[in-house]
């Protein structure tokens, strides 16, 4: 098999690149022969996952976190045609690693190198917002807006940063007015947040959209308005749930499942997938699932 590992060095702060030495010798160890290329800047993996395609690799390997994950899958589908993808694979170098917590499987380096060297894949549904696609999660409203305030964050690293930056986004609180339109329903009013999920876990911590299953074929999404900052603060130990007692059983949230989404937004707000802006004021999107679109390296 042909196979590429696209890494992004600057995943978890540079941690990506001190890991190197342990990420190329985990493969070898499992025995695989492989290319290796490190990305040089922001969407440089998208145009290495196009190019890998159109190079015949059969497999492409995203090193980096859940950022990095995107923009290889980003890549891959815009290389490719259905029925056509390469088989996407993850070397876990991030911080959260979510896609890879939300599909069970090992942040081991050699661990993943073996699930790479078995061979086994399952088709996993592709998500797209606007003309970006995602794998995992993507957000409007105080998701973002807590990337935007994570990004000023210098001193503080790993999930400890995203924590102390959701304090600030609650404390600011800010507030938009949407229109949701999805097959089955309809909202329009104030909303505190809108995220739209694949998988369940998002911040490593978070189960923002509790029933979202990678595999199903529905786009998952949760919705809600909670005014209170206090109430907020209530509200915010029942996201670290997974079932009985998560957030999506106050009054004020929403979870549903489609397969296709708008939102219209106003004031504009940042968006997000998986943890990465796309758009820092964005006042109009469309969400679609695309499933069992992608081979993907499983246990």
């Known amino acids: 098999m042909k196979?590429?590992?696209i890494q992004n060095p600057y995943s978890s702060r540079w941690t990506s690149r001190k890991r190197t030495g342990e990420m190329l010798d985990a493969l070898i160890s499992a025995g695989l022969e492989f290319d290796h290329v490190q990305t040089k800047g922001p969407d440089h993996a998208i145009e290495l996952a196009a190019q890998a395609?159109?190079?015949?690799?059969e497999a492409i390997i995203a090193a980096g976190g859940d950022g990095t994950i995107g923009e290889v899958v980003n890549?891959?589908?815009?290389?490719?045609t259905s029925g056509k993808r390469p088989i996407f694979g993850i070397m876990p170098l991030g911080t959260a690693n979510d896609l890879v917590n939300n599909l069970k499987q090992s942040v081991d380096c050699y661990?993943?190198?073996?699930?790479?060297?078995?061979?086994?894949?399952?088709?996993?549904?592709?998500c797209q917002v606007n003309d970006r696609y995602f794998l995992n999660n993507a957000g409007l409203g105080l998701e973002p807006f807590t990337t935007t305030i994570q990004e000023k964050i210098k001193n503080i690293q790993g999930i400890a940063r995203y924590l102390v930056a959701v304090i600030i986004s609650i404390i600011k609180n800010p507030q938009w007015k949407m229109?949701?339109?999805?097959?089955?329903?309809?909202?329009?009013?104030?909303v505190t947040l809108v995220s739209v999920s694949n998988g369940p876990v998002t911040g490593d911590l978070?189960?923002?959209?509790?029933?979202?299953?990678?595999?199903?074929?529905?786009?998952?999404?949760?919705?809600?308005h909670i005014k209170s900052r206090f109430e907020i603060f209530k509200v915010l130990p029942k996201m670290m749930k997974s079932?009985?007692?998560?957030?999506?059983?106050?009054?004020?949230i929403h979870e549903d499942h489609c397969t296709n989404l708008k939102?219209?937004?106003?004031?504009?707000t940042p968006a997000h997938t998986d943890g990465e802006l796309f758009d820092r004021a964005i006042s109009e999107v469309e969400y679609k699932i695309y499933p069992s679109e992608m081979p993907i390296f499983v246990e």
């Open 3 to 5: 196979i590429l590992i």
């Open 53 to 57: 395609v159109k190079d015949g690799y």
């Open 75 to 80: 890549g891959i589908m815009l290389g490719s």
């Open 111 to 126: 661990d993943m190198a073996k699930i790479i060297a078995a061979g086994k894949t399952k088709m996993i549904d592709v």
């Open 179 to 190: 229109k949701l339109t999805w097959d089955g329903g309809e909202f329009e009013g104030p």
């Open 206 to 224: 978070f189960y923002t959209v509790p029933s979202a299953d990678l595999f199903d074929g529905k786009l998952s999404f949760v919705y809600g």
């Open 243 to 252: 079932g009985e007692g998560n957030y999506t059983e106050h009054p004020s």
């Open 263 to 268: 939102v219209q937004i106003e004031p504009t």
